[in-house]
Nanobody, 123 residues
Framework: QVQLVGSGGGLVQDGGSLRLSCAASGRTSSIYGVGWFRQAPGKEREFVAAIRWNGGFTYYADFVKGRFTISRDNAKNTVYLQMNSLKSDDTAVYYC????????????????WGQGTPVTVSS
């Protein structure tokens, strides 16, 4: 089992920045990758970014390229999502998740999910 705790969400103005954190514990040796997803009210959960636990390869949704950066600190078992140039469309609950398998852009690849941290961007 892997436990995930997401944090760092909050209220920010249009154009501002936030950094989300995802702390993993438990059987972290089983993790292939960690991803961030988001879900806005009335919309389906969508992929934002992911990073391989070993090697650090990163993947991004097109709508965040150039604005968001995912990184990890393996010594702390923590993955970060630096979000810059935030827009009102980025308002959502952000979830981190851990996958033991490939296809990191697909929710079905993930077995473990954090509790979600809300991000609100005011215009």
């Amino acid at each position: 089992q892997v436990q995930l705790v997401g944090s760092g969400g909050g209220l920010v103005q249009d154009g501002g920045s936030l950094r989300l954190s995802c702390a993993a514990s438990g059987r972290t040796s089983s993790i292939y990758g960690v991803g961030w997803f988001r879900q806005a009210p009335g919309k389906e959960r969508e992929f934002v970014a992911a990073i391989r636990w070993n090697g650090g390869f990163t993947y991004y949704a097109d709508f965040v390229k150039g604005r968001f950066t995912i990184s990890r600190d393996n010594a702390k078992n923590t993955v970060y999502l630096q979000m810059n140039s935030l827009k009102s469309d980025d308002t959502a609950v952000y979830y981190c998740a851990a996958a033991p398998r490939r296809n990191l852009s697909v929710p079905g690849a993930y077995d473990y999910w954090g509790q979600g941290t809300p991000v609100t961007v005011s215009s």
